[in-house]
């Protein structure tokens, strides 16, 4: 029998990563369920990804050896608590519902074995397979344990290890609500552009490839943005007025301040 990876919730994340998992190969369509029961999200599964779907989230926990959880926090305890008995240490369980700490989904659990429980916080541009994942294994957790979650993940993107479950909420506020922040720069740089007697679309399509393209020089070039930024500045030059002006308006400051308020937000939401 084939080892079932199952979704126990069909959203937009689950269909994100989905889409990701089947392009990338990273796990057999044919051994791919979903579980929702609203009829418009399996059709999705069903009618476009090609997977086998069921109203039934009892059917995908019982059959699943990889489960992820990707119901809305709020529904995760009552589903947690109705199909305790059906999570079995010898099922994998990767949760992907922000700000549900693993120690609230083994008690809802309720086993008295320690299961294998991976939590997970990804990001919107999984929808893209760019998204920014970062995860927290639990004890019960082994080397092949990890090896499978970060084939899945990483269809989606990059994925990386915390060393503690808390420092997820660090990640919340910085790839979690990070490409909201990201938005607000692209989109001030487009108006930036506007005022300067850009067209509008011009001006939007101009700052989001360059955010894209800063984004790759950092990751695949291997640059500290430090030196990104001294790259592209020369004496009395254009972007040294630039970055001046930044700084004296406190954009820096607000960031790591809008981090800070984010990260604070997803403890106060995991009490």
């Not at 994100?16 to 609203?38: F, H, N, Q, T, V």
């Not at 993107?157 to 990640?171: K, N, W």
Request: charged residues 20%; contains cysteine; hydrophobic residues 50%.
């Amino acid at each position: 029998m084939s080892d079932v990876l199952s979704f126990v919730g069909a959203g937009k994340m689950a269909e994100a990563l989905a889409r990701s998992i089947c392009a990338k190969k990273a796990w057999p369509r044919r051994d791919i369920l979903a579980a929702d029961p609203k009829a418009d999200r399996r059709d999705v599964f069903h009618t476009q990804l090609q997977l086998r779907t069921t109203p039934e989230e009892r059917e995908a926990i019982a059959k699943g050896s990889v489960i992820i959880l990707a119901v809305k926090p709020q529904v995760l305890p009552g589903v947690l608590k109705a199909h305790g008995p059906l999570f079995t240490p010898e099922k994998l369980v990767i949760s992907i519902a922000a700000g549900y700490p693993i120690a609230k989904i083994e008690a809802s659990i309720g086993s008295e074995r320690r299961l294998p429980i991976i939590r997970v916080m990804p990001n919107l541009a999984a929808t893209v397979g760019a998204a920014a994942s970062a995860y927290y294994p639990n004890g019960a957790v082994t080397k092949r344990h990890r090896q499978v979650a970060e084939r899945l993940l990483g269809s989606a993107g990059l994925v990386v290890e915390v060393e503690e479950e808390r420092h997820l909420d660090a990640v919340t506020g910085v790839s979690g609500s990070g490409p909201a922040f990201v938005a607000l720069v692209i989109e001030a740089l487009a108006d930036g552009g506007v005022l300067a007697g850009l067209p509008r679309d011009k001006a939007l399509v101009l700052a989001a490839q360059t955010a894209l393209g800063a984004a790759k020089l950092v990751l695949q070039g291997q640059l500290h943005p430090a030196l990104l930024k001294d790259m592209v500045c020369t004496p009395a030059g254009t972007t040294v007025a630039g970055l001046r002006a930044l700084e004296s308006a406190g954009a820096r400051s607000a960031f790591i301040e809008a981090v800070k308020a984010a990260a604070d937000r997803a403890t106060e939401l995991g009490k």
